[in-house]
């Protein structure tokens, strides 16, 4: 009963680094989310794929790219790091919308 | 800027005592979600009022909505230490889901 799964959940970047933050879920839902959230800004949407094959920039895209690889999964990519990208990063699906969302527990990442 | 804003940013209760947070949202939507964190942990949804809606319950949680004013609030009634967490509201435009900055609640023993 796995939900939604979010490797890794804590990682350092330097500056400039580029990575992948993988997000999985086994519920068969079709939409995925990737938010950020910082002290007191609450979550932010960066993009979101409303089901497999289709992505939407959210709040703050800058800086992010995303791929849908299937119904499963849901990547984030950060191609050049910054500082200002040290957040924690929250992965989400749900059915489609109007309905409730499942969140992952988050990946830790500071960029130095 | 966020679709959803609460207020107030952080509440402190005693315990047994009701503890009440309100959003406010900009554009219109389908439906708006209560959503709970535990020390950032991911969130668990409490609660769903649909557009058509103007009051729900759930246990102990009580949500209203009213979509003239682009307001809805959330009350927690006998609040319990367990209760402590920070609460969202995510206004919900189909497939879109944005949240706000959230209230901490901290309930008092």
Redesign the interface.
Not at chain 1, 40 to 45: T, Y
Not at chain 1, 96 to 106: K, P, R
């Given at each position: 009963n796995a939900g939604?799964t979010q490797t890794p959940k804590f990682q350092v970047l330097k500056t400039g680094q580029s990575m992948t933050l993988q997000c999985a879920q086994d519920m068969n839902h079709n939409?995925m989310?990737w938010?950020r959230?910082d002290p007191?800004?609450?979550?932010?949407?960066i993009y979101?794929s409303?089901s497999e094959g289709t992505t939407?920039k959210?709040?703050v895209p800058n800086g992010y790219n995303v791929s849908r690889l299937n119904k499963r999964e849901f990547s984030l990519r950060l191609e050049s790091a910054a500082p200002s990208q040290t957040s924690?990063y929250?992965c989400?699906s749900?059915d489609?919308?109007?309905?409730?969302?499942?969140?992952?527990?988050?990946t830790r990442l500071t960029v130095v | 800027s966020q679709q959803g804003e609460e207020d107030p940013q952080a509440l402190s209760i005693q315990e047994g005592e009701n503890a009440t947070m309100n959003c406010s949202y900009k554009t219109s939507i389908n439906n708006l979600q209560w959503y709970r964190q535990n020390s950032g942990r991911g969130l668990v949804h409490l609660i769903l009022i649909r557009s058509n809606e103007r009051e729900k319950h759930s246990g102990r949680l009580r949500v209203t909505l009213d979509t003239s004013k682009k307001s809805s609030s959330l009350l927690i009634t006998a609040s319990r230490a367990a209760d402590t967490a920070s609460y969202f509201c995510a206004t919900d435009e189909v497939y879109k889901l944005s949240f706000g900055a959230g209230t901490t609640v901290t309930v008092r023993a």
């Open positions: 939604v939409s989310y938010y959230q007191g800004m609450g979550l932010r949407l979101y409303a939407d959210g709040e924690v929250f989400a749900r489609g919308g109007l309905s409730e969302a499942f969140f992952g527990q988050g | -």
